[in-house]
């Protein structure tokens, strides 16, 4: 994993707030009030040591400007927002309001609960300890991720310095991170490898981790909230965009998209080209061009749609004394009808395409998408911290709603 980590400052503001300020008291919330809607305690994790499990959400939650709908809960203190799980879940793509050792399976009292009531999804890790500390107390605290974007977290009890915590069974980190993947060749010519980078990390100050505490981010806007081209080239809320015509996406190149990005050399067509360009029509001859040709928008890397002078004169309109022969109308329809059973067969590809991604997504636990998951996971770089550490390793597992389990195993 590469760290290519910008300023803190380009997707979030955070502010900390101590026992003294009101707005403490407001971010924290009570999971013992069922106004806030129905909690539930994960038996699985509340019962478990370094395991963490898939939940889906109710509503698309903004990270770094993309759209989540499943989230992965650690009992480490932390939530993964990654799409592919791996063992170590600690490295980047989290939302860590203490990212620690902690076992809940150490007592009946240690819980990792959370709820969802479509505004707002919170996950509480209440009274656990860590191994080794467990007489040093308990430690409660949870984090609320806002339909907004916002994210606060929020502490009640924090019985030790976070700086007393040992990093050496697991990473103790507070913040935010995010990252691509990259797919380049290898030396093999039949293998491909896959190297992560961690674009942003937001690092907050762990002197601000106290007994009744809270941090609060807001979201800043980012270039992928621009969906034309003249939003995305003249807004005064973001800096850096770059237009894709190909993707019709506005980005700056470093977000999940990356692979994309380069895979379309949205760069190079973003240097030479201004939205000026990407309106005008790509031909020579003007109105005579049908204007249904003007649409078609080829989506494969590095190719543009050009017009050859014979299939220019082609869809000429003919007026006067130009007659057409029986020939050239049979010719013409046949073509016609070439070119719509090609167009009907690849929108049937493509709608088979997404029911099997929108069926993967819903039934992570069947066993043709494990089997995706499996493939995937084969070629995904090894994180290791230390040598011999334990690490998170995916396993499908029983139990509380059929989530996919992520449990400790060997690195």
Known sequence: MTR??????KYYTWRSYGPEDQRTKELWVDMSDVRHGQVRVHG???NSYKQAVRVALSFAFPFYGHYLRQITIATGGFIFTGDITHRMLTATQYIAPLMGNFDPSYSKDSTVQYLDNGEV???QWERVRLPGRESAGAFTFQAALHKTGSI???Y???PLSIDAISSAEHPVKAGLSDAFMVTTPSQSPDSERQTIYEYHRVEIDTSKITNYSAVEFTALPTCLQHDSCDLCLTSNQTSGCSWCNVLQRCSDGMDRHRQEWLDYACSDESEDGTCEDFSRPDSSTGSSITPGLEDVTPLTPLQKGCISDDETKRHIYKSGNDVQTETSIKSDVLANTGVIAGIAAALVLLLALILVALYINYHPTAASPLYLIQRRKNYWPSF????????????EGEGHEKDCIVEAGPC
Do not use: A, N
């Not at 290519?4 to 400052?9: K, L, Q, R, T």
């Not at 230390?386 to 396993?395: A, F, W």
């Open 4 to 9: 290519v980590v910008e300023d803190s400052g």
């Open 44 to 46: 699985i994790l509340s």
């Open 121 to 123: 999804f919170v996950v």
């Open 152 to 154: 606060t977290f929020s």
């Open 156 to 158: 009640r009890d924090i």
């Open 384 to 395: 290791k911290f230390q040598k011999k550490k334990p690490g998170y390793t995916e396993v």
